[in-house]
């Protein structure tokens, strides 16, 4: 293996179509090539859910059983090399929910897998991420940033727990003292997350000066009130202000049962760097661009930064480029080395890896390791 850091074995039991998967990794670029319906992206969903997001297709827990299968529960088992250390990660369901072990130990919470690997994945259904609501295109924008800043999500769950109690309060109990203090915290979350949030744009666009790429790459900003209270005042003061405001609209946000100034409602853009149009209005190709150019400043950033193993998990991209960007992107992966899994209908798709490539013929989920399949 190139690296000195990867997934070694992957092992499933009772997961989606495979009673039992076995898998004995070698390499930094993993492919599975075969028809729709193969069993290709269960692959890389049993991956994906060493994470502490839902996994790439975001089903619940009941969802990742075998069909016809009589066993309790599903497991997946992950062992990662590092140097000359090996992890096992191990996940499963137990009442309902996802747990994690790590090395036969159970661990407090699927957080803990983040700090041994760390995974991005670029799926079909990321293709809108840039027309979808506002909300959806802030829930990704925030997942990037969270890979820099790990109290990140931790920051707005809170701030949602706090707001939803501020409505409580002004509505039921009307606690003035109760309320101060709410407000005070709220405001706290909120310079905590526009923080974070500028700090990783910045980083972003720093790599994107650095690092040459031949995929499109857009002006990322973000904008709203919180915004601009934290780009003219100190942190303090931006506390301050915050909560002020918050104390003036308490009548208004109670009729409205919302919290009118909060980073919930900021704004993420994308634009394209010479048209200035937003990204919701350029071309598909060009949205497609913005997306894989993203991801991969994104894993520069992290390498920085973060000491888990680098995951790069590829489903069905390759169909969507054309020859010269399916090179381009074969280039810039080889040169981040990163372990990267694709899946894909043909195995063509990846000529310009193959040699570097550990592939599997996916059938009826059965997967064949296939070699000197180069037409």
Same mark, same amino acid.
């Given at each position: ?21 076995? !898998?004995?990794?070698?390499? /930094? ?32 827990? %009941? #969802? ?14 992950? !062992?990662?090399?590092?140097? =000359? ?27 803990? @897998?983040?700090?041994? !690997? ?8 990321? +293709? ?6 506002? %909300?959806?295109?802030?829930?990704? @924008? =925030? ?17 949602? =727990? ?36 500028? &700090?990783?744009? #910045? ?11 031949? @995929? ?20 303090? +003061?931006? /506390? ?11 009548? /208004? =946000? ?14 993420? &853009? ?19 661009? @913005? ?30 480029? +054309?020859?010269?960007?399916?090179? #381009? !992107? ?8 990163? *372990? ?5 209908? #043909? ?9 570097? %490539? ?9 997967? %064949?390791? *296939? ?5």
């Amino acid at each position: 293996m190139d690296s000195n850091a990867a997934i070694t074995k992957l092992t499933c039991k009772n997961f989606r179509s495979y009673r039992t998967l076995a !898998l004995n990794i070698s390499s /930094m670029f993993v492919v599975f090539h075969g028809e729709n319906g193969a069993g290709k992206t269960n692959i890389l969903e049993a991956i994906s859910l060493f994470s502490s997001e839902r996994g790439l297709r975001k089903a619940p827990v %009941s #969802d990742l059983n075998c069909i016809g299968s009589f066993s309790a529960s599903w497991n997946v088992e992950l !062992l990662l090399k590092k140097d =000359d250390y090996k992890t096992q990660l191990s996940t499963h369901a137990q009442n309902g929910r996802r747990v994690a072990r790590i090395d036969g130990t159970s661990a407090s919470s699927l957080s803990k @897998f983040e700090e041994l !690997l760390w995974l991005l994945w670029v799926v079909p259904g990321m +293709d809108n991420v840039f027309i979808n609501s506002m %909300s959806d295109r802030r829930a990704f @924008f =925030d997942h990037l940033v969270s890979g820099y800043e790990k109290r990140h999500k931790s920051n707005l769950r809170k701030l949602a =727990d706090l707001q939803k109690e501020r409505l409580h309060v002004i509505f039921h109990r009307k606690d003035e003292s109760w309320m101060k203090i709410l407000e005070e915290k709220i405001a706290e979350e909120n310079v905590k997350i526009t923080k974070s949030r500028l &700090e990783f744009i #910045d980083l972003l666009h720093e790599v994107f000066d650095v690092h040459p790429s031949e @995929f499109l790459r857009p002006i990322v900003s973000i904008s709203g009130e919180i915004e601009k209270i934290y780009n003219t005042h100190s942190e303090e +003061d931006s /506390m301050l202000e915050i909560a002020e405001i918050l104390k003036r609209n308490r009548y /208004m =946000d109670s009729e409205k049962q919302t919290t009118s100034v909060s980073a919930q409602k900021s704004i993420w &853009e994308a634009k394209h760097r010479k048209t200035s149009l937003e990204a919701e209005n350029c071309s598909t190709g060009e949205q497609k661009a @913005f997306l894989i150019s993203l991801v991969l400043a994104v894993f520069r950033i992290y390498k920085r930064m973060r000491t888990g193993i680098p995951i790069l998990l590829l489903d069905d991209l390759m169909v969507h480029l +054309d020859e010269k960007r399916r090179k #381009d !992107l074969a280039t810039e992966l080889m040169e981040l080395n990163v *372990q990267t899994f694709f899946t894909g209908t #043909d195995a063509n798709f990846f000529k310009d890896i193959l040699q570097i %490539s550990q592939v599997y013929h996916v059938e009826k989920s059965i997967c %064949s390791m *296939q070699t000197n399949i180069i037409n």
